[in-house]
């Protein structure tokens, strides 16, 4: 079992900048990429972001492109979300998930590839 914990989130007016923590624990060999995803009211749960365990490969959705940042602390482990240029629309629950390596050939960027998941933590920004 890996275990993942989130932290960061918060009430930010747009234009701001929140740095989100996703710190995992427990069987962590077994994972071998870390993402995180978005999920407003109504609304499915969206890819955000996602990163190699190694911290070599990172990826993004074109929403986030050029605003937010993906990164990883090798030594911890844990993997940051650096939101900047915050808009209203990127409002919603935001969760931290490991990849399981059983799952490699499933794209980084789907819900499927991704085992564990964390509580979430909520960002929200005002107009």
């Known amino acids: 079992q890996v275990q993942l914990v989130e932290s960061g989130g918060g009430l930010v007016q747009a234009g701001g900048s929140l740095r989100l923590s996703c710190a995992a624990s427990?069987?962590?060999?077994?994972?071998?990429?870390m993402g995180w995803f978005r999920q407003a009211p109504g609304k499915e749960r969206e890819f955000v972001a996602a990163?190699?365990?190694?911290?070599?490969?990172?990826y993004y959705a074109d929403s986030v492109k050029g605003r937010f940042t993906i990164s990883k602390d090798n030594a911890k482990p844990t993997v940051y979300l650096q939101m900047n240029s915050l808009k209203p629309e990127d409002t919603a629950l935001y969760y931290c998930g490991a990849g399981n390596r059983a799952r490699g050939w499933v794209r980084i960027t789907t819900k499927a590839r991704y085992g564990y998941w964390g509580q979430g933590t909520q960002v929200t920004v005002s107009s």
């Open positions: 990163i190699s365990w190694s911290g070599s490969s990172t």
């Open positions: 427990g069987r962590t060999d077994s994972v071998d990429a």
